[in-house]
């Protein structure tokens, strides 16, 4: 079985500060991770994804992953946030190769941008 | 590319009634997913298809959740004898290929109330 914790539920920062939004897993094997963005009323949007090969993982608006096995952490970065950037972010796992599809969410973490 | 689609996107019910989801995947993919999101959680997953075959369902899925994908397209997920307690938003997502290879991309949700 694997899981996801995300230990901040909310993340405030002001606009053009950097933020990171910290997400570890747990799993027996090794995993695919995934971060997805909600914004408010929308459905989730795929941010970035690590499959394999670079540990940075670049994704879209400006958001950046690391993946670090030894700390089993995928946080997710920028470098500096916008008001747009309000939003839901969920962290995801999936297990390659173990006949499983599906992925599994953290309980997701609130970015709050302020003025 | 008109996106994944689902209908309705609200639905109140007492408890004790069936309802019944739709979810139009993006015309190409041949994957479809199931994810159950309640307030303050991640989207936990529920089943998910390959064309029409039904390859897995979680242990949420009781015996009063049934999926189905006749055709290898659309998809509905119907609850009989509705509780409280699976007042949630209801996720529906596809993809071209299996989890890490394929983006799974998200349909806006139907929001179901049990009252």
């Known amino acids: 079985a694997q899981s996801v914790t995300q230990l901040d539920s909310q993340v405030p920062v002001f606009e053009e500060a950097p933020v990171e939004l910290r997400c570890n897993y747990s799993?027996?094997?090794?995993?695919?991770l995934f971060w997805y963005v909600q914004y408010p009323n929308q459905g989730l949007q795929l941010l970035l994804k690590?499959?394999?090969?670079?540990?940075l993982v670049k994704g879209i608006n400006g958001f950046e992953a690391e993946f670090n096995k030894s700390q089993t952490s995928f946080h997710l970065r920028k470098p500096s946030v916008h008001i747009s950037d309000t939003a839901e972010y969920f962290c995801?796992?999936?297990?390659?190769?173990?006949?499983?599809?599906?992925?599994?969410f953290g309980k997701g973490t609130h970015l709050i941008i302020q003025p | 590319d008109t996106g994944v689609s689902q209908d309705p996107r609200h639905k109140i019910t007492k408890r004790g009634q069936n309802v019944t989801f739709r979810c139009d995947p993006i015309?190409?993919?041949?994957?479809l997913y199931w994810y159950r999101q309640t307030l303050g959680q991640g989207p936990e997953f529920l089943t998910y298809?390959?064309?029409?075959?039904?390859?897995?369902k979680s242990r949420l899925l009781s015996d009063r959740f049934s999926a189905e994908r006749p055709k290898g397209s659309f998809s509905t997920l119907e609850i009989q004898r509705t509780e409280q307690g699976d007042s949630a938003m209801y996720l529906c997502a596809s993809s071209l290929r299996g989890t890490g290879l394929g983006t799974q991309y998200f349909g806006p949700g139907t929001r179901l109330t049990v009252l």
């Open positions: 995801a796992v999936s297990n390659p190769g173990g006949g499983a599809d599906g992925l599994t």
């Open positions: 690590y499959l394999s090969g670079s540990t």
């Open positions: 015309s190409e993919h041949n994957r």
């Open positions: 799993s027996s094997v090794s995993v695919y």
């Open positions: 298809f390959q064309n029409e075959a039904q390859l897995e």
